[in-house]
């Protein structure tokens, strides 16, 4: 078994460690049972065949297309979905699929060197983490000797004298070192499991000064950077905090989250429209949703991550879904256990229901929904990515399809925290937590009918016979009469907005508690310089309208002009008079997560503004 971890901080609240929450019949569940048997379709051989090949070994079978094709660099990410998914579902084909495709990559690297000291900084920290999960939920042993290993060789050979400020330059991409601050977070992680010295000190040389030093400071100077990858970075402050004990890494991660939540995302809880995060250009968030026959946009082209100037391109679309809410999801859990705080679970949410669930299925070819659109001008959900490389090379099996199985794996590890007064509950996915508290057994269902909805039910299934406290998260959203009841009583409790709702108790078998948190229609512009685009949000789902309109309606009152026609599909249509010009239309409205593939919706909707209609 793993060795205890190390590290002086403690936690205020523990997650579940993937283990003892079960999934019940929902979106999530059944999206999560489709990722596995699509991953556990995919033959072993061509999964292998790059590595194969490259040991000069006899290498059976077609290798993938895409980016995997090109390097494998994905391998390690779906050794580490492969680990969590059977420790959360304890399915045995998963766990005998990883423990197999890690044993001939071994083969591999023990017949040839090259398999260990190919890979860049990308393909390192991904190897080094999936292997660290096997490790770390299937017992696998091996997984630290291999950690060892490709560390040794990454340490001998990564250059150290590059840009250190986050930009991902030529220079980068060069020298096979791009989103080289995302290190930290497995190294930590590697010297936490082993205590070995090596790690940290190697994760030390990583830190990302940089952003982590302005973030601190409250500094938004950054300028445009890689998206996705600038709030994983943030996990890897979580991590040097959690080990070095230090102050300033929890600072900047609690300020980045606030700067980013606050300013660089649109409703949706996405962010990085063409994967760029930080831009200088003011009302970038709206500018990123204009294309360039609208009149009102300002510049043709912007400065983006790299360094360079470019155009707008829906190719390249508001946000890389699986990818963000992989970091969002996890930067989450690390300041709720850290931190304890609620308003911490806030853009996990945001990105489970209108980020993730809104996802079409991943299929065995490697196609996946690379990014969703919210543009003004339309958008439809595709697995079909438009792009192809100098080479020829197209965009099947890239980084999404790394994280999309990690996502589904991390959704009951998301759901569920406990200190030793009782259990907090997070996230409202219908499941069932068994949990210890003073010592005794005990079980929370959560048992509603519907996976979004503003009455949740939960049930207490089994409990000894000491007082414990349930602790439930209130959205930030909620703003309504929140309320709490308990076998049909009242509880008096007025539950605010991102805090605890705490009920203490001897519970029952049986006992029935109903969280109430009403829905209700909400205009949120994207950004203060467009003020005339925003997304109509119905409690916590972003919502689409049908058509491409510019409304005229009170912004600050939609339940006057737009009207409730199907409650359980939350589907929303406007009164006739607010749709310019033509006074007998009408717009519906539907949640962006039950959209279908291959149909136009528009998400960010237009007002006429006080100025009087556009030109
Ligand atoms: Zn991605």
């Known amino acids: 078994m793993p060795a205890i971890g190390r590290g002086i901080k ?46 000069g070994l006899e290498a059976p079978g ?24 059977y420790a959360v579902t304890g399915d045995y084909r998963l766990k005998e699929k990883a423990v197999y495709l890690a044993d001939e990559w071994g083969k591999c690297a023990e017949a040839a060197q090259k398999v260990i000291d190919c890979n860049g900084t990308y393909v390192y920290e991904k190897l080094l983490g999936g292997f660290l999960d096997m ?9 630290l000797v291999w950690c060892s290993l490709l ?10 004298d590059i840009p250190r400020d986050g930009l991902q330059g030529p220079e980068l991409c060069d020298n096979d070192m791009i989103e080289w601050y995302t290190l930290p977070e497995n190294l930590y992680r590697a010297y936490r499991l082993t205590g070995d010295q090596k790690y940290l000190d190697f994760a030390r040389e990583w830190d990302y000064t940089y952003l982590w030093d302005k973030l601190c400071r409250r500094d938004t100077s950054i300028g445009p950077r890689h998206a996705y990858s600038q709030v994983n970075s943030l996990s890897s402050a979580a991590m040097a905090y959690e080990v070095a004990g230090e102050k300033t890494y929890l600072e900047a991660i609690e300020n980045g989250y606030e700067e980013i939540t606050e300013k660089h995302t649109y409703a949706t809880g996405g962010y990085g429209p063409a994967e760029c995060l930080f831009a200088e250009e003011e009302g970038f968030l709206g500018e990123m949703l204009k294309d360039s026959w609208d009149p009102t946009k300002r510049n043709a082209v912007y400065r983006n991550f790299g360094g360079g100037y470019v155009t707008r391109n829906d190719n390249w ?40 669930a809104g996802q079409p299925p991943i299929d065995s070819q490697g196609h996946v929904m690379y990014y969703a659109g919210y543009f003004v001008d339309g958008a439809v959900k595709s697995v079909h990515d438009r792009r192809l490389q100098g080479n020829g090379a197209n965009f099947e ?39 210890t ?57 007025k539950p605010s907005p991102d805090t605890w709702a705490v009920l203490k108790r001897v519970w029952k078998e049986d006992d029935v508690i ?102």
Not at 135 to 143: D, F, M, Q
Not at 406 to 424: C, F, H, K
Not at 544 to 573: N, Q, S, Y
């Open 10 to 55: 403690m936690d205020r609240l523990k997650d579940f460690q993937y283990r003892k929450v079960e999934l019940k019949n929902s979106l999530w569940e059944r999206q999560r049972r489709d990722t596995a048997e699509t991953y556990l379709s995919i033959p072993n051989d061509s999964f292998l065949y790059y590595f194969r090949k490259l040991a």
């Open 62 to 85: 077609e290798g993938l297309t895409g980016w995997y094709g090109n390097g494998a660099s994905t391998f390690g990410q779906k050794l580490g979905a492969f680990a969590k998914l």
């Open 135 to 143: 490790y770390e939920y299937l017992g696998y042993e091996k997984g």
């Open 151 to 160: 560390t040794d060789s990454a340490a001998a050979r990564f250059k150290r």
């Open 317 to 356: 679309g508001s946000c890389e879904v699986s990818c963000c809410a992989w970091a969002v999801f996890k930067i989450c859990n690390y300041l709720l256990r850290i931190t304890g705080k609620a308003k911490y679970g806030a853009w996990a949410e945001q990105m489970l229901i209108n980020g993730v």
């Open 397 to 435: 099996w890239q980084c999404c399809t790394g994280t999309f199985p990690q996502d589904v794996a991390e959704y009951a590890n998301m759901l569920y925290y406990t200190d030793e007064d009782g259990i907090y509950v997070s996230q409202y996915m219908q499941s069932r937590a068994a949990f």
């Open 437 to 493: 508290v003073s010592g005794e057994e005990a079980v929370l269902e959560n048992c509603s009918d519907e996976d979004i909805a503003p009455v949740r039910r939960f049930r207490i299934q089994e409990a000894g016979s000491s007082p414990f406290r349930i602790c439930f998260r209130v959205p930030h959203w909620a703003g309504g009469e929140n309320r709490i009841l308990v076998n049909g009583e009242d509880s008096g409790l």
């Open 514 to 615: 109903t969280v109430i948190y009403p829905f209700r229609l909400e205009f949120k512009p994207v950004d203060d310089k467009n003020k005339d685009i925003a997304a109509l949000c119905f409690g916590p789902a972003v919502l689409a309208a049908d058509k491409m309109t510019l409304f005229d309606g009170d912004m600050e009152k939609p339940e006057t002009w737009i009207t409730c026609v199907e409650e359980k599909e939350m589907i929303f249509r406007t009164l006739p008079g607010h749709v310019c010009p033509y006074p007998q239309e009408v717009r519906t409205f539907r949640p962006y997560y039950r959209l279908p593939v291959m149909e136009w919706y528009f998400m960010y909707v237009r007002f006429r503004t006080q100025t009087g209609e556009r030109g």
